[in-house]
């Protein structure tokens, strides 16, 4: 079993900067492909960015089209934990973010953290 620890969510004036970090528990968090998505209030959830476990070739991110250029994916693997910069936040980037781990085709989510972007 896999639990999160879930922070750096908040409030934030349009243009402002928030970090996100997900500290995982367990011995699979290396092993996986680790990602923030996020659900706004009468939306469904949505990927926001994705970063695979290391490979020949180093890591595979995906982004969003819309945070590409403004958001940052990464992962720590000594210290179980992923991040998310933000940064250029919008008003529409409000949403309940939630931190997510995929090892064998099995999800494991964090409990969600509420960033509030608003002037």
């Known amino acids: 079993q896999v639990q999160f620890v879930e922070s750096g969510g908040g409030s934030v004036q349009p243009g402002g900067s928030l970090r996100l970090s997900c500290a995982a528990s367990?011995?699979?968090?290396?092993?996986?492909?680790v990602g923030w998505y996020r659900q706004a209030p009468g939306k469904q959830r949505e990927l926001v960015a994705t970063?695979?476990?290391?490979?020949?070739?180093?890591?595979?991110?995906n982004y969003a089209d819309f945070v590409k250029g403004r958001f940052t994916i990464s992962r720590d693997n000594a210290k179980n934990t992923i991040y998310l910069q933000m940064n250029s936040l919008k008003p529409e980037d409000t949403a309940v973010y939630y931190c997510n781990l995929r090892v064998a085709a099995r999800d494991y989510w964090g409990q969600g953290t509420q960033v509030t972007v608003s002037s």
């Open positions: 367990g011995s699979i968090f290396s092993l996986g492909t």
């Open positions: 970063i695979s476990a290391i490979g020949p070739s180093g890591y595979s991110i």
